[in-house]
């Protein structure tokens, strides 16, 4: 990754979404998140709420040191047209720690 991190696993859960699982120095938070974004990837409220709450703690934790780690487990799910959600990829659920 540009930013430093590593991939740990990808696959497909049981639902049938993507399931990545990687790591990054929680220094270039603000940068993943971005890119992120930048992917298209249109991320639930809560997906925001916690990508932002992380960033901002980043923020004011400073200084840090690359052994500070970001562990994320996304899960990207495609939806059809015909949902309330629109068409398009989702990131619904990540775990970040």
């Not at 298209?40 to 709420?49: F, I, K, M, R």
């Not at 916690?50 to 840090?64: D, I, N, Y």
């Amino acid at each position: 990754m540009a930013c430093g991190g590593g991939l740990i696993s990808r696959g497909l859960d049981a639902g049938r979404a993507a399931a990545i699982e990687f790591q990054f120095a929680r220094a270039a938070c603000d940068e993943m998140y971005s890119v992120i974004v930048t992917a298209g990837l249109q991320l639930s409220a809560q997906s925001h709420q916690m990508l932002a709450s992380l960033c901002q703690c980043t923020r004011e934790m400073q200084p840090l040191t690359h052994e500070d780690l970001v562990h994320v487990d996304l899960r990207i799910y495609t939806v059809p047209a015909s949902s309330s959600l629109g068409p398009g990829l989702w990131l619904l659920s990540p775990e970040a720690a």
